[in-house]
């Protein structure tokens, strides 16, 4: 579960105030037998090399254009083939990671814990940027630039041939930030980023806000009831963005019109997937929840994996899928929530929400393990 820290102007203060966590943590549900739908394989795997336990909410993966990007938490990037698992190449930054890597398929990005942005292209840095604060969020590189959303509510977009900062826009906020990755991404010609408890669409070329839309209000009479931050991993269906903020609640907008459709109270603290129809989510116990996309009604709740640890959940190639601390991959029916196939990728725990490549989904375990997996 992430944890807070207290945010100023240009710096992060990182004492820790607060985890989200029990005295004592519940017990796992225990796996029950079920009727697999579907036969499931292992394909190519490759050893990356250990992860950060602590920073399992901030470390990701980036596919762009056939290239699948990983980096360890000791700073090891390696870029390979995502549908043979061929290692194109990898460097060694020897520098620990608080975000993970972002990429173009040609151009690499990731984020120092000592504040450094650092980009890589063919196993060589190009160049290096000292940011002003701490950032938790995975850079985007996009257009020829690399877009940077620090801690202190900062956006920065830098060339990402030269690194030359190109602008910067700072909004305030509460003192506190959630310590977990948050919204920088895309829709059309606009940079969507999660700022507090709002949505706000940028332009690329100046960070000058379009349009911003609330997707998670402050509640509570102290700071951290009061924190409202949205984390990542957005569902887009067309012109409907849904998301999440932290242990409040999940909210889909229309982009196009710049206007909500619907929210609804949720507890959780990872992002959303889903389909045409559905949306699908897991609450921060382990409940599965898939709804109505164009109304918010609940289609179905699952108590089936509750306490497992659960990684965000990905519904692609006609498939949802969802990983747990324990190290099982569990196939869920979209239409009802049943356990359809499961598997044990290793015991340390899958780190990462599962990617589908092609006909595979790639598998990141806290041991550093990737591991293809293939489901019929």
């Not at 698992?85 to 972002?102: D, F, K, M």
Request: net charge positive; hydrophobic share 45%; charged share 15%.
């Amino acid at each position: 579960m992430a944890c807070l820290s207290y945010a100023t102007t240009g710096i992060l203060l990182m004492g820790l105030v607060a985890c989200s966590s029990t005295p004592k943590k519940p017990s796992p549900t225990a796996l029950t037998d079920f009727k697999p739908l579907m036969s499931i394989s292992k394909g190519w795997s490759v050893q990356l090399g250990p992860l950060d336990p602590d920073a399992s909410a901030l470390l990701s993966h980036n596919l762009t254009e056939g290239r699948l990007a990983l980096v360890s938490g000791s700073g090891l990037l390696m870029v390979l083939d995502a549908e043979t698992g061929v290692e194109s190449w990898r460097h060694a930054l020897n520098t620990p990671i608080a975000a993970g890597v972002g990429g173009d398929g040609e151009r690499f990005a990731v984020i120092s814990k000592a504040n450094e942005l650092i980009a890589i292209s063919n196993a060589k840095v190009i160049w290096r940027v000292k940011l002003p604060a701490s950032s938790f969020t995975s850079p985007l590189v996009a257009g020829g630039r690399v877009f940077v959303l620090t801690a202190d509510r900062t956006v920065m977009a830098f060339d990402g041939a030269s690194g030359q900062r190109l602008w910067s826009q700072q909004r305030s906020g509460d003192p506190l930030v959630l310590k977990q990755s948050g919204i920088l991404t895309t829709f059309q010609d606009r940079l969507l980023v999660g700022l507090s408890g709002r949505l706000v669409a940028m332009n690329p070329a100046n960070g000058v806000s379009m349009s911003e839309l609330s997707i998670g209000s402050s509640r509570g009479t102290n700071e951290v009831e009061r924190l409202v931050d949205l984390v990542a991993g957005v569902s887009r269906v067309n012109h409907v963005i849904c998301a999440r903020a932290f242990q409040t609640s999940v909210t889909c907008i229309d982009a196009l019109k710049g206007s909500n459709l619907w929210t609804r109270a949720s507890q959780g603290h990872v992002g959303l997937t889903g389909s045409e129809t559905q949306l699908f989510g897991a609450e921060s116990d382990g409940k599965l929840v898939a709804w109505q996309r164009n109304n918010g009604q609940v289609a179905w709740q699952s108590d089936a994996l509750r306490f497992r640890g659960l990684t965000a959940p990905n519904w692609a190639g006609g498939q949802l899928l969802v990983g747990d601390s324990l190290g099982w991959a569990h196939w869920i029916d979209a239409s009802n929530g049943q356990t359809i196939g499961r598997m044990q990728v290793d015991a340390s725990g899958i780190a990462m929400t599962p990617l589908r490549v092609g006909k595979n989904w790639v598998i990141v375990t806290q041991s550093g393990l990737v591991q293809a997996l293939k489901a019929e």
